[in-house]
């Protein structure tokens, strides 16, 4: 998948040597587009400009290339409009108030934030009125399984965490800070997360590798009363199920009678399975590298052990090919190319494909669509992208305003379900089966939904004003 972007190029021409229309030809032939050109120095013998060029590829270092190459041209400088915006990070704190005079520096520090400091000691449960704490979510990664990077360590992780931290702010009003942590010990991360815990209202566990993701996670909802989430999880398999039960009703087809095939068997493609079933789902295959997972098989990943258990029900043998022959709907969440149109055509009238993986889906969009009723991606550049932001600022507003003691299997089917009813029925066709990021419907349905649910299983210590408003 490619990725447009704007490059600006600081550039110094000789007239002797060159002209303006060299520069333009030499952009073109590298498949840029000049879209603005600024004089900043006019000379009698140089001039030096600068070339706003959009390119389609981020990664393209051919039109720098080519110009760098030219007689008479001279590169100064580069930046692109992704780099540019996250120059000094993407986030800030701000105080929610100035402080002006001694009165004011007297209220928020010493001496009186002391009596403030002693109502908390006396009741902790206080933090959640008296300081910032109902309001935030620690963004925990060790910068291990990064987007589609890999293992590229926390440093790197930052710019990723801080976009989350945007998201939060921007669709949930959330404070989430970005906490990149220099250990892939899983007992460290969990005693740090612990650790810093009374900080924060919420945890969203986010880019760590499988199968520690799992450990990492069940060992902090054991053992923290405040909602722990990881996102790669649970935020995926959340949306894949609200844009299924969509798509499912596009094609009359029901979750209880469908041959399910979820491919990519790590974070993800478990928490898929597992909600799956919890929704109805009655005939799931579950493939990785080594097949379809079989219960006849002994597992050394022990997520990988109970899926076995639950899945495959007709016992099929074999990969990728096998599993999809009569599939009426394909999930995955492995790698770009690994679906042919051969195998689409060997599923069941009526098919259902979600070809999630990023950057590059399992199969490109055009060459599958012939062949599919209801196609969704992870792209945002075709319909019915299956994106975690329709999950977690909803989640989480949701969980942090009853107070949540965990995110429990209620509250993601509740989510699931909010999502899916964005899509109001006159509305629903091939096409849109899931709501766009942007819709501002999605996260208050998922709060009220994760809210109601929290209630009804007892999870919630807080009962907000305007659901208490709603049930009288």
């Known amino acids: 998948m490619s990725i447009a972007t704007t490059m600006i190029i600081r550039l110094e021409i000789r007239k002797s040597e060159a002209s303006f229309g060299d520069v333009a030809s030499g952009i073109a032939a590298a498949g840029g587009d000049i879209v603005a050109i600024d004089v900043i120095r006019a000379g009698k013998d140089v001039t030096t400009r600068d070339i706003t060029v959009n390119v389609q590829d981020a990664g393209n270092e051919e039109v720098v290339n080519i110009l760098s190459n030219m007689s008479g041209i001279k590169v100064i400088n580069v930046s692109d409009s992704t780099f540019l915006a996250h120059i000094g990070g993407k986030i800030e704190i701000t105080p929610k108030m100035r402080i002006k005079n001694r009165e004011d520096l007297s209220q928020v520090y010493t001496p009186g934030v002391a009596r403030v400091s002693m109502a908390i000691a006396h009741d902790p449960s206080k933090a959640y009125s008296l300081t910032m704490k109902r309001n935030t979510v620690a963004v925990v990664t060790d910068g291990t399984a990064v987007l589609g990077l890999g293992d590229i360590g926390p440093e790197a992780a930052m710019p990723v965490m801080e976009g989350k931290a945007m998201l939060f702010k921007q669709l949930a009003g959330i404070d989430a800070f970005p906490l990149c942590l220099n250990t892939k010990n899983a007992d460290e991360i969990v005693n740090i997360v612990k650790a810093i815990s009374p900080g924060f209202g919420g945890i969203n566990l986010e880019d760590i590798s499988s199968p520690r993701c799992f450990d990492i996670e069940q060992r902090l909802v054991a053992e923290l009363d405040i909602p722990v989430f990881h996102d790669d999880q ?239």
């Open 234 to 472: 649970h935020g995926t398999a959340v949306v894949a199920l609200a844009g299924l039960l969509n798509a499912l009703k596009v094609v009359g087809k029901t979750i209880g009678n469908v041959r399910i095939v979820v491919v990519g068997i790590g974070a993800a493609g478990v928490s898929i399975c597992n909600l799956l079933l919890a929704a109805g789902a009655q005939n799931i295959s579950a493939v990785d590298r080594e097949g379809i997972l079989s219960r006849e098989i002994h597992y050394d990943n022990a997520e990988w052990q109970k899926l076995a258990a639950l899945t495959n029900p007709t016992g099929i043998v074999g990969g990728l090919q096998e599993a999809m022959l009569g599939a009426d709907v394909f999930i995955g969440v492995s790698g770009g190319g690994i679906l042919s149109v051969d195998h689409l055509k060997s599923m069941a009238p009526d098919n259902i494909v979600f070809a999630m993986a990023n950057p590059s889906p399992e199969i490109e969009p055009d060459l599958a669509e012939p062949h599919v009723r209801v196609l969704a991606t992870g792209r945002s550049d075709y319909p019915n992208q299956i994106n975690n932001v329709l999950c977690f600022p909803g989640i989480f507003r949701g969980a942090l305003d009853c107070r949540a003691r965990t995110v429990n299997l209620e509250m993601k089917l509740a989510a699931a379900r909010a999502i899916a009813s964005v899509v109001l029925e006159d509305e629903l066709n091939e096409q849109y089966i899931i709501p766009s990021i942007f819709n501002e419907k999605v996260v208050e349905h998922v709060r009220l939904a994760v809210i109601e649910a929290a209630i009804a299983t007892d999870m919630a210590r807080r009962i907000p004003p305007d659901i208490a408003d709603r049930e009288k």
